[in-house]
């Protein structure tokens, strides 16, 4: 085998353990999808307690921290995306104090949803057109 099949073999094994982690976690699913997302330590805690919250193992939660955090990132969009891929037939409602500020999360899902990395983790997940 030659240098660069080697090179595309690894690559080729690197994807899939990055997949496979991605479906079960909810961190490894966002940073799967967002490979240039600027995160601090808060963040994989964070997305660690979003992660149990989605297992079951949190049955209620509130987060409560300063604006520009990146909260509604994990809770409003990557959240509900990982929940569908893992559960298609899930029922998710995103609430907001107002319908624009849903409408807008809702969109972001439906984003996350549409591109090929999420559909390399959940194939199963498709939007009804």
């Known amino acids: 085998m030659s240098k660069a099949e080697d090179v595309e073999l690894l690559a080729h094994y690197t994807e899939l353990l990055?997949?496979?982690k991605a479906k079960e976690h909810l961190w490894d699913f966002t940073k799967?999808?967002?490979e240039d997302?600027?995160?601090?330590r808060f963040h994989?805690?964070?997305y660690e307690i979003l992660d149990?919250?989605?297992k079951g193992k949190i049955k209620r939660l509130m987060v409560s921290m300063p604006p520009q955090h990146g909260k509604s990132t994990g809770s409003s969009e990557m959240l509900p995306a990982y929940l569908l891929g893992r559960n298609p037939n899930l029922k998710v409602a995103i609430i907001s104090y107002s319908a624009s500020k849903a409408r807008k999360f809702g969109r972001k899902?439906?984003?996350i949803i549409n591109e090929p990395k999420y559909f390399?983790?959940?194939p199963?997940?498709?939007l009804n057109e």
């Open 32 to 34: 799967y999808n967002f």
């Open 124 to 126: 199963d997940t498709i």
């Open 44 to 46: 994989k805690n964070y």
């Open 37 to 40: 997302l600027d995160t601090t």
């Open 109 to 111: 899902v439906q984003a």
């Open 120 to 122: 390399n983790v959940f």
């Open 52 to 54: 149990a919250f989605a």
């Open 18 to 20: 990055c997949i496979s």
